[in-house]
């Protein structure tokens, strides 16, 4: 069964931090690219980082500089550590993976390998 299994999120002050972890179970985790989107309050969905099998990386303008990414092909686990968060970061993270991950997507729909459950990080000002 192909599954991503999600951890972490939670709910932090402005400014705080967080770390989320997805692994992932029942496909070929090296040949993917993985990453998170997250769906906010309007249930848009957006990348906000994703990973490359071989490193590569890409964030959204929005995070640089406070989100990193980071993956581990033995453990099958990708991660994101969440640092100086803000009000407008809360939403619903989901882990993904595909090769190659889209840039648009439908939070949760067919059309890409794999979808996390999601997990609720919530920011407090």
């Known amino acids: 069964v192909v599954q991503l299994a999600e951890s972490g999120g939670g709910s932090v002050q402005a400014g705080g931090s967080l770390r989320l972890s997805c692994t992932a179970y029942?496909?070929?985790?090296?040949?993917?690219?993985t990453g998170w989107y997250l769906q906010g309050p309007g249930n848009q969905c957006q990348l906000v980082s994703r990973i490359s099998s071989d490193g590569r990386t890409y964030y959204v303008d929005s995070v640089k500089g406070r989100f990193t990414i980071s993956r581990d092909n033995a453990k099958n686990t990708v991660n994101l550590q969440m640092n100086r968060l803000k009000p407008e970061d809360t939403a619903v993270y989901y882990c993904?993976?595909?090769?190659?991950?889209?840039?648009?997507?439908?939070?949760?729909?067919?059309?890409?390998?794999?979808w996390g459950q999601g997990t609720q990080v919530t920011v407090s000002s």
């Open positions: 993904a993976a595909d090769l190659p991950l889209p840039e648009d997507a439908t939070c949760g729909a067919k059309g890409v390998w794999a």
């Open positions: 029942g496909f070929n985790f090296d040949n993917s690219e």
